[in-house]
């Protein structure tokens, strides 16, 4: 649901989220940054979706990401489309804020042809 490329010193590893905790700390091994709890890394590309792009090129929480992906596995396409809106109505959102979002998503109306 979500796949990102993040960034430890000069090492790069794709996570694909949401993943389990033994695959994500297989990622962070890879580049040598398991010791980060809670693992926070750079994002150096955001690959799908691309609405997410604006945690392009700053540090994000990995298990708050997680947790993000999880939510988001479990929209049907109502719900997703809605949450896509939601995400150009926050200005600068953190993974908190896109968290909090998918809790609220009753709170945008979404007309389809």
């Known amino acids: 649901m979500i796949k990102v490329t993040v960034q430890y010193n ?29 693992p926070e890394l750079f994002v150096t590309d955001v690959i799908f979706p691309e609405e997410l792009d604006h945690l392009k090129d700053r540090f994000v929480n990995l298990d708050e990401l997680n947790y993000l992906a999880k939510r988001m596995e479990s929209f049907d396409y109502h719900e997703y489309d809605q949450f ?3 995400i150009t109505k926050l200005e600068n959102p953190t993974e908190k804020d896109l968290i909090n979002l998918t809790f609220n998503l ?3 109306t979404l007309c389809k042809d």
Not at 12 to 30: G, K, Q, Y
């Open 10 to 38: 000069d090492h790069l590893v794709d996570i694909h989220f949401p993943c389990s905790e033994t695959t994500l700390h297989s990622a962070l091994m890879e580049i040598h940054a398991a010791d980060d709890n809670p």
């Open 84 to 86: 896509l809106i939601g």
């Open 106 to 108: 009753d709170h945008f």
